[in-house]
């Protein structure tokens, strides 16, 4: 299986900018696709961003959408997570998850369910 772990969260002002991380270990790391996403206090976790085990197909949640870039490198075992023009509501834990994708390439990126791997989470916090 993969092990996560999640590096680069912080305290930035709105309008900053922050890249997380996500280093994987294990051999199916280049075989799942992988997502980011974040929980607030008092809130359920919520997606925000997803690639696809090739790079080939990413999907965002609406509220990232032309802020957030997802990348991954296949070779190096990680996943990166741009963040730019941040908004004090984009504070929150962020983690990256691995998802297994059919030989097909079906996958359902937005659903928490259907992670099997988690990393255990890096803070942001946005101030205004």
């Known amino acids: 299986q993969v092990q996560l772990v999640e590096a680069g969260g912080g305290l930035v002002q709105a309008g900053d900018s922050l890249r997380v991380s996500c280093a994987a270990s294990g051999r199916t790391f280049s075989m799942s696709g992988m997502g980011w996403f974040r929980q607030a206090p008092g809130k359920e976790r919520e997606f925000v961003a997803a690639?696809?085990?090739?790079?080939?197909?990413?999907h965002y949640a609406d509220s990232v959408k032309g802020r957030f870039a997802i990348s991954r490198d296949n070779a190096e075992n990680t996943m990166t997570l741009q963040m730019n023009s941040l908004k004090p509501e984009d504070t929150a834990v962020y983690y990256c998850?691995?998802?297994?994708?059919?030989?097909?390439?079906?996958?359902?990126?937005?659903?928490?369910?259907?992670?099997?791997?988690w990393g255990q989470g890096t803070q942001v916090t946005v101030s205004s």
């Open positions: 998850a691995a998802q297994r994708m059919d030989p097909d390439g079906r996958w359902y990126p937005t659903l928490v369910a259907k992670y099997y791997a």
């Open positions: 690639i696809s085990r090739s790079g080939g197909r990413v």
